[in-house]
């Protein structure tokens, strides 16, 4: 885990973010920077309006926005990924597993490393991702949305698509701004998988020392 934290830079982990999304294989390899920027100034951007407007606490947001938080003690594990908490819009919810974020939490209990990360509890940390998604979805912020990538073209037709992953980085970095966060959300998340499949966190750790810093 302080490996992660050492080698996972929030470029570092954005890059691995971005490189994991299926469509990103259509970019061109020098504008892959371009686009990591792009996601993470409209994350910083939406936590500016949310700290201006609503406050850090991102449990007050949520209820100043009308966002219920359902904690559910429902398994959260689908082959080596592992559910912290996901976004629903239609109504607008939001749902913590109970039960990933209690290992999360014990972990960093018993490896001593609160000080290292800067928490001891990673409920607030999902929160705010999630958050970023509400705002999103309810075009509160401009968000990523507005990133389109052309993939066929058909005599005077273009068709584009989006990158779904720059949502992810950019949801990650509100809650790096908003809890003000020594190390990035991934690198935190890396505290169950290492506990959960050590090999595949090897694996993980491998591409990220590999990235350029």
Same mark, same amino acid.
């Given at each position: 885990?302080?490996?992660?934290?050492?080698?996972?830079?929030?470029?570092?982990?954005?890059?691995?973010?971005?490189?994991?999304?299926?469509?990103?294989?259509?970019?061109?390899?020098?504008?892959?920077?371009?686009?990591? #920027?792009?996601?993470?100034?409209?994350?910083?951007?939406?936590?500016?309006?949310?700290?201006?407007?609503?406050?850090?606490?991102?449990?007050?947001?949520?209820?100043?926005?009308?966002?219920?938080?359902?904690?559910?003690?429902?398994?959260?594990?689908?082959?080596?990924?592992?559910?912290?908490?996901?976004?629903?819009?239609?109504?607008?919810?939001?749902?913590?597993?109970?039960?990933?974020?209690?290992?999360?939490?014990?972990?960093?209990?018993?490896?001593?490393?609160?000080?290292?990360?800067?928490?001891? #509890?990673?409920?607030?940390?999902?929160?705010?991702?999630?958050?970023?998604?509400?705002?999103?979805?309810?075009?509160?912020?401009?968000?990523?949305?507005?990133?389109?990538?052309?993939?066929?073209?058909?005599?005077?037709?273009?068709?584009?698509?989006?990158?779904?992953?720059?949502?992810?980085?950019?949801? #990650?970095?509100?809650?790096?701004?908003?809890?003000?966060?020594?190390?990035?959300?991934?690198?935190?998340?890396?505290?169950?998988?290492? #506990?959960?499949?050590?090999?595949?966190?090897?694996?993980?750790?491998?591409?990220?020392?590999?990235?350029?810093?």
């Amino acid at each position: 885990m302080r490996a992660v934290v050492a080698e996972g830079s929030e470029r570092r982990l954005a890059q691995l973010t971005l490189r994991d999304d299926p469509f990103a294989r259509r970019l061109q390899p020098e504008s892959e920077q371009g686009v990591i #920027d792009f996601a993470l100034a409209a994350g910083q951007a939406a936590a500016e309006i949310a700290i201006g407007n609503w406050g850090r606490r991102p449990e007050g947001i949520a209820a100043t926005l009308g966002v219920p938080i359902t904690r559910s003690n429902s398994p959260a594990q689908a082959g080596r990924s592992v559910l912290f908490s996901e976004y629903g819009s239609r109504p607008s919810a939001i749902t913590l597993y109970a039960q990933s974020v209690e290992e999360a939490n014990h972990l960093i209990r018993t490896n001593h490393l609160e000080e290292v990360i800067g928490i001891a #509890d990673v409920a607030p940390l999902h929160l705010a991702h999630e958050l970023y998604h509400h705002l999103e979805a309810q075009k509160l912020i401009l968000g990523t949305a507005q990133f389109r990538m052309q993939t066929h073209r058909l005599g005077p037709l273009r068709l584009t698509t989006g990158l779904p992953s720059l949502s992810e980085i950019a949801a #990650d970095r509100l809650a790096t701004a908003l809890l003000d966060l020594k190390v990035p959300p991934k690198a935190v998340e890396f505290i169950t998988l290492w #506990d959960l499949d050590p090999h595949y966190a090897w694996s993980l750790l491998a591409r990220l020392q590999a990235l350029p810093g």
